[in-house]
Nanobody
Framework: VQLQASGGGLVDPGGSLRLSCVAS????????MAWFRQAPGKEREFVAA????????SYADSVTGRFTISRDNADNTVFLQMNSLNPEDTAVYYC????????????????WGQGTLVTVSS
Protein backbone atom coordinates (compact mmCIF):
# COMPACT_ATOMS: atom_id res chain seq x y z
CA VAL A 1 0.00 0.00 0.00
CA GLN A 2 1.39 3.37 -1.00
CA LEU A 3 -0.19 6.66 0.05
CA GLN A 4 0.49 10.07 -1.46
CA ALA A 5 -0.80 13.12 0.38
CA SER A 6 -1.09 16.60 -1.07
CA GLY A 7 -2.88 19.91 -0.63
CA GLY A 8 -0.96 21.53 2.18
CA GLY A 9 0.19 25.12 2.14
CA LEU A 10 0.10 28.50 3.84
CA VAL A 11 -3.32 29.84 4.81
CA ASP A 12 -4.57 32.80 6.82
CA PRO A 13 -6.34 32.21 10.14
CA GLY A 14 -9.99 31.55 9.44
CA GLY A 15 -9.22 30.15 6.02
CA SER A 16 -9.77 26.73 4.48
CA LEU A 17 -7.74 23.99 2.85
CA ARG A 18 -8.56 20.59 1.41
CA LEU A 19 -6.05 17.80 1.72
CA SER A 20 -6.07 14.76 -0.55
CA CYS A 21 -4.48 11.36 -0.23
CA VAL A 22 -4.34 8.88 -3.09
CA ALA A 23 -3.85 5.21 -2.31
CA SER A 24 -2.23 2.65 -4.55
CA UNK A 25 -4.32 -0.38 -3.66
CA UNK A 26 -6.51 -2.84 -5.53
CA UNK A 27 -9.67 -2.43 -3.46
CA UNK A 28 -9.65 0.92 -1.70
CA UNK A 29 -12.95 0.29 0.08
CA UNK A 30 -11.28 -2.54 2.04
CA UNK A 31 -9.28 0.05 3.97
CA UNK A 32 -10.16 2.32 6.84
CA MET A 33 -8.50 5.67 6.29
CA ALA A 34 -7.37 8.32 8.72
CA TRP A 35 -5.60 11.62 9.03
CA PHE A 36 -3.09 12.39 11.75
CA ARG A 37 -0.98 15.47 12.33
CA GLN A 38 2.25 16.35 14.05
CA ALA A 39 3.05 19.88 15.13
CA PRO A 40 6.65 20.98 15.78
CA GLY A 41 7.87 19.60 19.08
CA LYS A 42 4.71 17.58 19.67
CA GLU A 43 3.66 13.98 19.27
CA ARG A 44 1.60 12.78 16.34
CA GLU A 45 -2.11 13.08 17.07
CA PHE A 46 -5.31 11.70 15.60
CA VAL A 47 -7.43 14.05 13.50
CA ALA A 48 -10.14 12.02 11.73
CA ALA A 49 -10.97 8.57 10.40
CA UNK A 50 -13.51 7.03 8.05
CA UNK A 51 -14.74 3.52 7.31
CA UNK A 52 -14.40 1.90 3.90
CA UNK A 53 -17.90 2.75 2.76
CA UNK A 54 -18.13 6.08 4.58
CA UNK A 55 -20.77 4.80 6.98
CA UNK A 56 -18.88 5.99 10.06
CA UNK A 57 -16.54 8.88 10.78
CA SER A 58 -14.58 9.76 13.87
CA TYR A 59 -13.06 13.13 14.76
CA ALA A 60 -10.75 14.53 17.39
CA ASP A 61 -12.53 16.98 19.69
CA SER A 62 -10.23 19.77 18.56
CA VAL A 63 -11.45 19.59 14.95
CA THR A 64 -15.08 18.54 15.33
CA GLY A 65 -17.34 20.97 13.48
CA ARG A 66 -14.45 22.43 11.48
CA PHE A 67 -12.93 19.46 9.62
CA THR A 68 -14.67 16.88 7.44
CA ILE A 69 -13.20 13.60 6.26
CA SER A 70 -14.57 12.01 3.11
CA ARG A 71 -13.52 9.56 0.45
CA ASP A 72 -14.04 8.70 -3.20
CA ASN A 73 -13.58 4.97 -3.64
CA ALA A 74 -13.73 5.25 -7.43
CA ASP A 75 -10.59 7.41 -7.34
CA ASN A 76 -8.87 5.73 -4.37
CA THR A 77 -8.78 9.07 -2.60
CA VAL A 78 -9.50 10.30 0.90
CA PHE A 79 -9.98 13.99 1.64
CA LEU A 80 -9.77 16.26 4.65
CA GLN A 81 -11.70 19.49 4.28
CA MET A 82 -10.41 21.95 6.87
CA ASN A 83 -12.37 25.11 7.64
CA SER A 84 -11.95 27.88 10.21
CA LEU A 85 -8.27 27.11 10.50
CA ASN A 86 -6.30 28.59 13.37
CA PRO A 87 -2.56 28.69 14.14
CA GLU A 88 -2.92 25.67 16.43
CA ASP A 89 -3.75 23.61 13.33
CA THR A 90 -0.25 24.18 11.95
CA ALA A 91 1.34 20.76 11.50
CA VAL A 92 2.46 18.13 9.05
CA TYR A 93 -0.64 16.14 8.13
CA TYR A 94 -0.34 12.43 7.39
CA CYS A 95 -2.83 10.05 5.85
CA UNK A 96 -2.85 6.48 7.06
CA UNK A 97 -4.55 3.23 6.12
CA UNK A 98 -5.50 0.00 7.84
CA UNK A 99 -7.66 -2.99 7.10
CA UNK A 100 -8.14 -3.63 10.81
CA UNK A 101 -10.92 -1.24 11.81
CA UNK A 102 -11.83 2.33 12.67
CA UNK A 103 -9.17 3.41 15.16
CA UNK A 104 -7.81 6.61 16.68
CA UNK A 105 -4.41 5.21 17.65
CA UNK A 106 -1.53 5.57 15.23
CA UNK A 107 -0.24 2.10 16.10
CA UNK A 108 -3.27 0.56 14.39
CA UNK A 109 -2.24 1.96 11.02
CA UNK A 110 0.56 0.10 9.22
CA UNK A 111 0.52 2.26 6.09
CA TRP A 112 1.45 5.94 6.02
CA GLY A 113 1.85 8.69 3.49
CA GLN A 114 4.77 11.10 3.44
CA GLY A 115 2.94 14.05 5.01
CA THR A 116 1.93 17.46 3.77
CA LEU A 117 2.66 20.69 5.67
CA VAL A 118 -0.15 23.00 6.68
CA THR A 119 0.84 26.41 8.03
CA VAL A 120 -1.80 28.75 9.43
CA SER A 121 -0.40 32.22 9.82
CA SER A 122 -1.08 35.80 8.83
Amino acid sequence: VQLQASGGGLVDPGGSLRLSCVASVRTFSDYYMAWFRQAPGKEREFVAAITGTSTLRSYADSVTGRFTISRDNADNTVFLQMNSLNPEDTAVYYCAATSGGLAREATYYPYWGQGTLVTVSS
